[in-house]
T-cell receptor
């Protein structure tokens, strides 16, 4: 099954506007994390929201989590050209008592901020 | 701020050759991970490592792959006999704890198998 699917796949907005990206997942999770990736570069961690949290803020970022709908959203307010990147959600499975489960990533949303 | 480092940044190898990708996780972290991202595709989990042994591995992590922590700082991924389809960006990550905590990623090693 697909886990951590983002939509839209691509989003182009004007600088200064807000950008909203959504993520859906299928299994029970411990937490959900959002990452940014500039073209061909590494993954930069943006924010982590735990399964018992509903909303979290960090600077211009706002993340929501709805575990009943198995979905999350990432809002970037007052976007800047430097926000142009791909954004991924990644889920950590509910702890199974086994070991260190890896994150399951979505395909990402490619965000373009037009100056 | 502490960060995960990886070497080399790029590696080109011939099919069938062995490659070793190196990572230095954040010093006080206990859990280490390898992921790969084939060009244009999702980031995929390969393996996690804790207390000097593999903790979990995905179906991608078959017998051609191995991981090792040869000393107190390095964490390596070895691909024994590379195939064309192993061409990808390989990311190392580390976290203080499992499941509950942020995983911090290195900049990646771009592997090209010819």
């Amino acid at each position: 099954s697909q886990q951590g699917e983002e939509d839209p796949q691509a989003l182009s907005i004007q600088e200064g506007e807000n950008a909203t990206m959504n993520c859906s997942y299928k299994t029970s999770i411990n937490n959900l994390q959002w990452y940014r990736q500039n073209s061909g570069r590494g993954l930069v961690h943006l924010i982590l929201i735990r399964s018992n949290e509903r909303e979290k803020h960090s600077g211009r970022l706002r993340v929501t989590l709805d575990t009943s709908k198995k979905s999350s959203s990432l809002l970037i307010t007052a976007s800047r050209a430097a926000d142009t990147a791909s954004y991924f959600c990644a889920t950590a499975a509910m702890y199974s008592g086994g070991g260190a489960d890896g994150l399951t990533f979505g395909k990402g949303t490619h965000l373009i901020i037009q100056p | 701020e502490p960060e995960v480092t990886q070497t080399p940044s790029h590696q080109v190898t011939q099919m069938g050759q062995e490659v070793i990708l190196r990572c230095v996780p954040i010093s006080n972290h206990l859990y280490f991970y390898w992921y790969r991202q084939i060009l244009g595709q999702k980031v995929e989990f390969l393996v996690s490592f804790y207390n000097n042994e593999i903790s979990e591995k995905s179906e991608i992590f078959d017998d051609q792959f191995s991981v090792e922590r040869p000393d107190g700082s390095n964490f390596t991924l070895k691909i024994r006999s590379t195939k064309l389809e192993d061409s990808a960006m390989y990311f190392c990550a580390s976290s203080e704890w499992t499941g509950e905590e942020t995983q911090y990623f290195g900049p990646g090693t771009r592997l090209l198998v010819l």
